[in-house]
């Protein structure tokens, strides 16, 4: 069911979608309406099957809270959304994430310089009121979005890029090197391999030292809670490549029980030429021997092998972390897309909102 929620300025009604009540109506609206968004933010990108997406949309996630709200157009299509995701109270670290909120969302070209954005902004200011957020976080990869939030005070605290890479004219033979040297006996380090799933109770072992490295990633200004990973998102996350197919690859290099380098990569069957290329970290200690470029080279030798239809790899770095940016870039990674993650604080969202009609 839609409830309507607003009628401000400019005549734009905003609806919260609740995927669980939602009508057969308003999921065609919801579905048409990320078709129309997925071309014009994403063009040339594979786009998931609608079932995928109401699938997606209909699991409550097991730590975070989403709310969905939708902007409607004059025929009851919709015309922009907002999205907004924070820590549910009670998981584990919640504490750190209490004041943090992540928001996404837009216009469609066609109803732009509407007011439709400034509404949907004043449904996420009553967002962070609402669940006292003092912090909201939203990403952006295109000259509009920059413009919009820079317009409405948001400051951009971090920058990241999405490289991507063709398989087609990697170096094997360089990656070859690169396993031997990053494997050779001289570190004294334990290999360990998974490819398809990895074993929960493993995972459970692997959340510390995994967080400890994905939390000292470089995020230059961002104001955040610790990065972490948990236990928690790894079995929906499986049922949900079980259902569709899909593959989990962990790569690890081990000083006894310690974890000093990793390669986190996945593959979804639906897009079968593409391999996604997560977490790849060394821990402080044992940087410059050459570890990176070991689990790296380990991880795409794994993936050729048991998916030799992929043709693309895809990766998302800082851009201030220079040394993975020049192993990839040897790779033959290049730069596909710029994010800028701004942010934004109650009140200066408030100020803004209270200039507008």
């Not at 995020?219 to 996350?237: H, K, Q, V």
């Not at 390669?263 to 990176?292: E, H, I, M, Y």
Request: aromatic letters at 8%; one cysteine or more.
């Amino acid at each position: 069911m839609l409830e309507n929620r607003a009628a401000p300025a400019r005549h734009t009604v905003t609806t919260v979608f609740d995927p669980q009540r939602a009508s057969e109506t308003d999921w065609g609206h919801f579905l048409a309406y990320w078709r129309l968004r997925a071309a014009e933010d994403f063009p040339g990108d594979p786009v998931p099957p609608d079932a995928d997406t109401r699938h997606n949309v209909l699991q409550p996630g097991p730590l975070y809270a989403v709310h969905r709200v939708l902007a409607v157009g004059a025929h009851g299509e919709f015309i922009g959304s907002l999205s907004a995701s924070f820590r549910r109270e009670g998981t584990p670290g919640h504490e750190a994430f209490a004041p943090f909120l992540e928001a996404w969302g837009g216009v469609l070209r066609p109803h732009r310089r509407r007011g439709v954005a400034s509404t949907l902004l004043r449904a996420l200011l009553a967002l962070m009121e609402m669940h006292c957020k003092s912090v909201a976080t939203i990403k952006t990869h295109l000259p509009d979005g920059h413009a919009f939030l820079q317009a409405i005070g948001a400051v951009e605290k971090h920058r990241s890029v999405e490289n991507r890479m063709p398989l087609a004219g990697l170096d094997w033979q360089m990656l070859a090197r690169w396993r031997a040297d990053g494997f050779a006996p001289a570190h004294g380090l334990r290999t360990e391999v998974h490819a398809g799933r990895v074993p929960f109770e493993r995972l459970a072992a692997l959340m510390a030292p995994l967080s400890a490295l994905l939390n000292d990633a470089p995020t230059t200004n961002l104001e955040r809670p610790p990065l972490r990973y948990d236990l928690e998102d790894f079995p929906p996350w499986y049922a949900d490549m079980d259902r569709r197919g899909g593959e989990h690859f962990l790569v690890l290099l081990l000083d006894g029980d310690e974890v000093v380098a990793v390669c986190d990569a996945s593959w979804n069957q639906r897009f079968p030429d593409r391999l996604q290329q997560r977490l790849t970290a060394v821990a402080r200690q044992w940087r410059g021997k050459g570890l990176a470029k070991g689990v790296k080279a380990a991880m795409l030798q794994l993936v050729r092998e048991r998916h030799p239809e992929v043709t693309l790899a895809v990766t998302h770095n800082a851009e201030v972390n220079a040394p993975m940016l020049t192993i990839n870039h040897r790779l033959g990674f290049a730069a596909h897309k710029h994010d800028g993650l701004y942010q934004i604080d109650t009140q200066s969202l408030r100020t803004f909102l209270e200039a507008r009609p």
